[in-house]
């Protein structure tokens, strides 16, 4: 049965530790929330959550694990075993987004991957929170892949009920239908997106905070020139070097490692900037 929101989900584990561990892609790596002065660039909503936590109950260890284009398959193979070695009382994953995207995936295959993975995960005793996916607006051509969305998201659903995880059921949000939560790329969230989704994740697990939304007007509607020139550069700035690492069998991550890949104690002030401002004397 699903676990309802409530701020116990937080507990320490026996020993008294509070550890928070991350696994994933692009999506938990936090890409779109760009940050030179953090590790790879990025700060995202999982580094946020880390924060708040830390401030609401000072002691919050947290390790990242996620690297932006992994697979299911690199999830199991890379973040499992060193997520399980981190004894954490606290996780988040979500994975499988890349391999829906990919033509050819088998997504009830996938999905007996991906509950082999939940299994581990919930075996520690951690709290373990699971997402849907957005169904995200891209492009007519990518309508196919809908079907493959809808399938993955029902299952997930079906796991975090048999598995006692707690649901972030990020398909539901309809704030995201606003082209402001999204960045350039149109698959990965923007700042305000990340911080939307934190404080989303924060209030399933009962944790204070002060995230509000963005206060936004209505977003303008493009003329059709407008339109046409963002079309335009969307498919020179991101579709066709997307395709271009396609044919060529390599991914952004792929010379990239985990932004926290070792427990951090988070601090109280100043939160993960700092921290990574004092790692090696400069930011990483």
């Known amino acids: 049965m699903a676990v309802d929101p409530s701020p116990e989900h937080a507990l320490p584990g026996k020993d008294g530790r509070r550890r928070f561990v991350a696994l994933g892609d692009s999506f938990t790596e936090g890409v779109g929330d760009w940050n030179r002065n953090l590790p790879n660039g990025v700060r995202g909503w999982a580094d946020r959550v880390a924060e708040k936590l830390a401030k609401s109950e000072p002691g919050w260890e947290y390790a990242n694990l996620a690297v932006r284009s992994k697979r299911l398959r690199h999830v199991i193979d890379e973040q499992l075993e060193p997520a399980l070695a981190l004894e954490p009382t606290l996780i988040t994953l979500y994975a499988g987004g890349n391999d829906i995207l990919d033509f050819g995936t088998d997504v009830d295959a996938l999905m007996e991957d991906y509950e082999y993975l939940v299994a581990r995960l919930a075996g520690t005793g951690a709290t373990l929170l699971l997402f849907t996916g957005f169904d995200v607006k891209v492009s007519a051509v990518l309508e196919p892949l809908k079907k493959r969305n809808t399938a993955y998201n029902k299952r997930v659903r079906e796991l975090a009920e048999k598995y006692g995880a707690i649901l972030v059921d990020y398909w539901c949000f309809d704030a995201f239908h606003d082209r402001r939560m999204w960045s350039s790329d149109r698959l990965h969230m923007s700042k305000a997106g990340h911080k939307y989704l934190a404080a989303r994740v924060l209030d399933h697990l009962g944790v204070p905070h002060k995230i509000?939304?963005?206060?936004?007007?209505?977003?303008?509607?493009?003329?059709?020139?407008?339109?046409?020139?963002?079309?335009?550069?969307?498919?020179?700035?991101?579709?066709?070097?997307?395709?271009?690492?396609?044919?060529?069998?390599?991914?952004?991550?792929?010379?990239?490692?985990?932004?926290?890949?070792?427990?951090?104690?988070?601090?109280?002030?100043?939160g993960l900037k700092r921290l990574a401002e004092t790692v090696d004397g400069k930011a990483r």
């Not at 206060?215 to 395709?243: F, G, I, N």
């Not at 990239?256 to 601090?267: F, H, M, S, Y």
């Open 212 to 270: 509000s939304p963005k206060d936004w007007e209505p977003p303008a509607k493009l003329t059709l020139k407008e339109w046409e020139r963002l079309q335009r550069r969307w498919v020179h700035d991101w579709v066709l070097p997307l395709v271009g690492r396609k044919l060529r069998g390599v991914t952004l991550g792929d010379q990239l490692g985990p932004r926290w890949p070792v427990p951090v104690k988070v601090p109280v002030k100043g």
